[in-house]
C-alpha cells in the first residue's frame, strides 16, 4: 500500500518537475517580464536550460528599452560569471517622451558587494548613423572595472556616483562612425587618448590630441596640423559644451603654388609676394556653446616669417542657428610686409554693423600702378550695417597724404586728400572728396596751392541712377613758359546720368566766364559765356607776350558754342570803347561786333566792321574805321578809312601774320601846314593841301615804300625863317643865296615828290617844287632831295607832344586801376 502511494507520490512530483521544465519559458516570462516592464524594459524572447555542472544557459535574450533593440546569444551564468559569446545592440531613434525635458540627476547606482563578473565577446553596435557596424569586447576584470576592446578601446571604473576612466579615438574609428560621402574626411589622421569621468550631469574630457588635416586643391596643398593638451566638459542640464584648447598648438601650411590660384592679373605677382605660407592659430581661453550660442574669448591668427601678419579676433559671439544675424565680435589685424610698411585694423561687429578705423603706410606703390609715389599714409574711420543681402547704410571717412607723385606727365608733392561717404536707410547716397597740393606740374604747366573739392549725391534706389555733383576748384598760379595764370577759382555743378550735364563758372584774374557742356558717348557739346565785363583783368594776360602794352578802359562780353568732339565751335564777341597803350601809341574807343567759327583747326570771322575813335602814333588819327575778317586763320584788314593831319586816308587791305605782301594807303587833302609843323622847331612853314600814294610792301626783312608818291592839290605856300640848316647853306655857298632866296618865300603852284622807305626806317623824298616869288617876281622850278630817318622823327615827335603825354599819363593810370 505504501509502496504504491510511494509510486503514485514520486510519479506525480516527476510529472510536475517535467511540466515545469518543458514550461520553464512561460513560465520565466510570466515571472520576470511585469519586474522588467516596471524599468521600462521589454522582455520579447528568453530560451534557457540548466547544464550538467548546474549553470544556467540561455540561447537568446531579447531586450527593448525606448526602442533600443539588444539581443544576447549563447550565454551561460553561474554565481561568479555571466558570459556572452555574441550580443548586437542595434540603435534607433529615440521616441518623443513627456520626461524629455526633465532635468538630469547624479548618479545614484545601487552595486552589490557581490555578483557574477560579466564577460561580453564580441558586441556588435548598428546605426543608420553609423558608416558601418561598430565591434569590440567588454570584460570585466574586477568587480565594476570594465575593459572595452576592439573597435573602441577604452577602460572604465563604475562607482555608485560616477564612470570613469580612459578613451581611445583615432581617424579609423571617425571614419566608421561618422556616415558621409564627403571624401574630405579621407584627409585626416587623427588620434587621441582622453580620460573621462560622468556623474549623470556633466561629462569631463582631458587628454591629448594629434591630428592633420591635407588637402590639395588643384596645385595648392593646404595642410593643418594640431597637436597638443584639450579638456572638454558637458552638461547635460544646460546643454553647455565648454572646450579649454589653451594648451592646442594649431599650424596652418600652404604650399608655394598656392599662390598660382590668384587669378593673372598686372597685380597678380605683387600679391603673391605678400601671401604668408606658414600660420599658427591660438585659443588662448575656453570655447563655450550653451543653447545654440557659441562663445570665443579670443582667436589670435598669426604668420611666421618675414610676412608679418597678427589678427587677433575677441570676444566673438554668435547664434547657431543665425551666424550673422546676433554676430559679434573685436577684431584687430597688423600687417608687415617687406613692400607693405604696416597696416593697422580695428573693427567691432555686431550682428549685421561694423564699425572701426585703419591706417595704412606705404613707402612706395606697388610696381602694378602706373603711378610713382613716395611716402603715402592713409587712414579713416568707418561704420556701416545692413551690408549682408542688402546694399549698405554707414558712415565713413578717410584721409590720406602722399609726400611726392609722379603719372602721365603730372608731378607734385605734398598731397593731402578726404574722402567721406554716407548713405542711410532710403538708399541717399553722398560723397565727398577733397584734394590739397602744394605744387603739381604737367607737362610744361606748374601750379602752386590746389584746394579741390567734388561731392556726389545720388539715390542708389530702383531705376536709372540720377548723381548730383557740385565742386569748387582753387589754384593760386598756374604757370607755364608762354602764360601765367592767377587766383583761379571755379565753381562746378552737374548731373551724371547715361550722359554728364556740367556747369562752371570761372573766375581767372577777375575775368569771369561759365562754362556750359554735356558729356555723352556719342557727343560733347559746350556753351562758353563771357559775361560783360572790364577789359582791364585783360593786362595780366596781354602784359605776359607784350610787356609794352596796356588796356586802360574798355567793356567786353560773348559767348562760345560747340563740340568738343567735333572740334568746331561758333562764336559771337562784343569789345566796346576799348582804349590802350603801346609803347608810346595810344587807341582810344575801338568797338567792334564780330561772329565766327573753328572748325578743324581753321578760324573763321565774318566780315565786321570796327570803329577806332583815335589813335596816336606821333601823327593823331581820328574817326577810324574799316573791315576785318579771319579766313583760315588769316587776319585780313580791309577799306580802312580815318582823319589825319586834317586829311584822310585810305588802306586797300593788310593781312596780319604774312610775310610778303603789298598794302596801298591813299591819302588826300592833307593839310600840309599840320605835315610840316610836326616838328615845330624847323622854322619852316607850308601850306595848301597834298594827296598822295604809298604802296607798303612787307615781307620777311621788314617795311619798305619804293613807289610811292605826294602831290599838292591846288595852291600853296612855303615860308622859311630861323631854320638853321637853311641859314647854314647860305652863308657857306653865297653863289646860291639868290636861289634860295626866292624858297623864304613862295606860293607853291605845284609839288610832287617820289617817296622812298627802307626797311631801317629811312625815308627819301625825291621833290619837285614849282612856284612863284612875288617879292622877286621870279617863277621857281626846285629839285630837292630829303633823307631821314622816320621811324626816328615820329618817335621824336610822340615823345615831343606834351598833349599826348598827358593823355597817355591819364588812360595809363586808368589801366592800373586808379
Not at 511585469?34 to 521600462?40: F, N, R, S, T, V
Not at 556588435?124 to 575593459?147: G, H, I, M, Y
Amino acid at each position: 500500500m505504501f509502496k504504491r502511494i510511494g509510486l503514485i507520490v514520486g510519479t506525480l512530483l516527476l510529472s510536475l518537475l517535467l511540466l515545469g521544465y518543458v514550461f520553464r519559458l512561460p513560465l520565466l516570462q510570466w515571472a520576470i517580464a511585469p519586474e522588467l516592464k516596471k524599468a521600462g524594459v521589454t522582455l520579447s524572447c528568453l530560451d534557457l536550460s540548466i547544464t550538467s555542472k548546474l549553470n544556467i544557459h540561455a540561447d537568446t535574450v531579447c531586450l527593448n528599452y525606448q526602442n533600443q533593440q539588444l539581443q544576447l546569444s549563447d550565454i551561460t551564468a553561474n554565481t561568479k560569471h555571466v558570459s556572452v559569446q555574441s550580443a548586437i545592440l542595434t540603435l534607433n531613434p529615440l521616441p518623443k517622451s513627456d520626461n524629455a525635458n526633465q532635468p538630469a540627476k547624479q548618479l545614484k547606482i545601487t552595486l552589490p558587494s557581490n555578483r557574477p563578473l560579466i564577460n561580453i565577446k564580441q558586441l556588435v553596435v548598428n546605426s543608420n548613423q553609423l558608416n558601418k557596424p561598430l565591434k569590440f569586447s567588454v570584460l570585466e576584470p574586477a568587480l565594476n572595472q570594465f575593459n572595452v576592446t576592439g573597435d573602441i578601446n577604452a577602460s572604465a571604473i563604475l562607482t555608485t556616483n560616477k564612470i570613469s576612466g580612459q578613451l581611445a579615438v583615432d581617424d579609423i574609428l571617425l571614419k566608421q562612425v561618422i556616415n558621409t560621402k564627403n571624401t574630405l574626411l579621407d584627409a585626416v589622421n587623427f588620434n587621441t587618448q582622453q580620460a573621462f569621468s560622468f556623474d549623470g550631469i556633466e561629462l569631463k574630457l582631458n587628454g591629448g590630441i594629434s591630428a592633420q588635416f591635407t588637402h590639395t586643391f588643384e596645385q595648392c596643398q593646404f595642410n593643418l596640423l594640431t597637436t597638443g593638451q584639450m579638456a572638454t566638459r558637458f552638461n547635460l542640464n544646460n546643454q553647455a559644451l565648454i572646450l579649454d584648447t589653451d594648451s592646442l598648438n594649431n599650424k596652418i601650411n600652404l604650399s608655394p603654388r598656392c599662390t598660382e590660384l590668384i587669378p593673372p592679373s598686372e597685380y597678380a605677382d605683387f600679391v603673391s609676394k605678400q601671401v604668408a605660407l606658414n600660420w599658427q592659430v591660438k585659443l588662448s581661453q575656453a570655447l563655450r556653446l550653451e543653447q545654440g550660442e557659441l562663445s570665443i574669448p579670443v582667436i589670435n591668427v598669426m604668420s611666421e616669417g618675414n610676412k608679418h601678419f597678427d589678427i587677433l579676433i575677441t570676444d566673438t559671439a554668435l547664434s547657431i542657428n543665425a551666424l550673422l544675424d546676433n554676430m559679434q565680435a573685436k577684431v584687430s589685424a597688423q600687417i608687415s610686409t617687406p613692400d607693405i610698411n604696416s597696416i593697422n585694423i580695428s573693427a567691432q561687429l555686431n550682428g549685421t554693423k561694423v564699425k572701426g578705423d585703419y591706417n595704412v603706410e606705404l613707402e612706395r606703390l606697388p610696381a602694378f600702378i602706373p603711378v610713382t609715389a613716395n611716402m603715402l599714409n592713409f587712414s579713416g574711420y568707418f561704420e556701416l550695417s545692413e551690408f549682408i543681402d542688402s546694399k549698405p547704410v554707414g558712415y565713413t571717412q578717410s584721409k590720406f597724404s602722399v609726400a611726392s607723385f609722379e603719372a602721365f606727365d603730372v608731378k607734385a608733392v605734398h598731397y593731402q586728400g578726404g574722402l567721406t561717404a554716407k548713405m542711410d536707410k532710403q538708399l541717399n547716397a553722398e560723397i565727398t572728396l577733397t584734394n590739397q597740393l602744394k605744387n603739381a606740374a604737367y607737362k610744361e604747366f606748374k601750379l602752386t596751392n590746389i584746394n579741390n573739392s567734388l561731392t556726389a549725391k545720388a539715390n542708389l534706389g530702383v531705376g536709372e541712377l540720377f548723381a548730383h555733383l557740385t565742386a569748387k576748384t582753387q589754384i593760386k598760379t598756374l604757370n607755364s613758359a608762354d602764360i601765367r595764370l592767377n587766383n583761379i577759382k571755379i565753381d562746378s555743378s552737374g548731373l551724371q546720368s547715361r550722359a554728364l550735364k556740367a556747369s562752371h563758372h570761372a573766375f581767372i584774374d577777375d575775368i569771369e566766364l561759365v562754362v556750359n557742356h554735356h558729356i555723352s558717348s556719342q557727343a560733347h557739346p559746350f556753351e562758353v559765356i563771357v559775361p560783360a565785363q572790364s577789359v582791364l583783368p585783360l593786362n595780366t594776360f596781354i602784359n605776359q607776350f607784350y610787356p609794352l602794352a596796356k588796356l586802360t578802359k574798355g567793356t567786353f562780353n560773348g559767348n562760345i558754342s560747340g563740340d568738343v568732339n567735333l572740334q568746331r565751335a561758333s562764336f559771337d564777341i562784343d569789345i566796346r570803347q576799348l582804349s590802350g597803350l603801346y609803347n608810346d601809341y595810344l587807341a582810344s574807343d575801338f568797338s567792334s561786333v564780330f561772329s565766327g567759327e573753328f572748325n578743324s583747326g581753321r578760324l573763321n570771322v565774318k566780315p565786321t566792321t570796327f570803329h577806332l575813335n583815335e589813335f596816336r602814333a606821333g601823327a593823331v588819327i581820328k574817326g577810324l574805321k574799316g573791315q576785318w575778317l579771319v579766313n583760315n586763320n588769316n587776319v585780313l584788314v580791309s577799306n580802312v578809312e580815318g582823319n589825319v593831319l586834317g586829311g584822310t586816308f585810305l588802306l586797300d587791305n593788310y593781312t596780319l601774320g604774312q610775310e610778303t605782301q603789298v598794302s596801298t594807303v591813299t591819302f588826300n587833302n592833307i593839310d600840309a601846314s599840320r605835315l610840316i609843323t610836326l616838328d615845330d622847331k624847323s622854322g619852316i612853314t607850308l601850306t595848301g593841301r597834298l594827296a598822295g600814294t604809298l604802296p607798303v610792301s612787307v615781307n620777311k626783312n621788314g617795311v619798305h615804300i619804293s613807289q610811292g608818291s605826294l602831290f599838292s592839290q591846288g595852291e600853296g605856300n612855303l615860308k622859311i625863317s630861323n631854320n638853321a640848316a637853311f641859314d647854314s647853306v647860305m652863308q657857306q655857298q653865297q653863289e646860291l643865296q639868290p636861289v634860295l632866296g626866292l624858297l623864304t618865300d613862295l606860293d607853291i603852284q605845284k609839288l610832287n615828290s617820289s617817296v622812298v622807305l627802307k626797311n631801317d626806317g629811312w625815308l627819301k623824298l625825291g621833290v619837285n617844287l614849282q612856284g612863284y616869288n612875288q617879292q622877286a617876281q621870279q617863277q621857281v622850278n626846285f629839285n630837292y632831295n630829303h633823307e631821314e630817318n622816320i621811324f626816328t622823327l615820329l618817335r621824336a615827335l610822340r615823345l615831343s607832344d606834351e598833349i599826348t603825354q598827358k593823355v597817355e599819363q591819364q588812360f595809363s593810370q586808368k589801366g592800373n586801376g586808379q
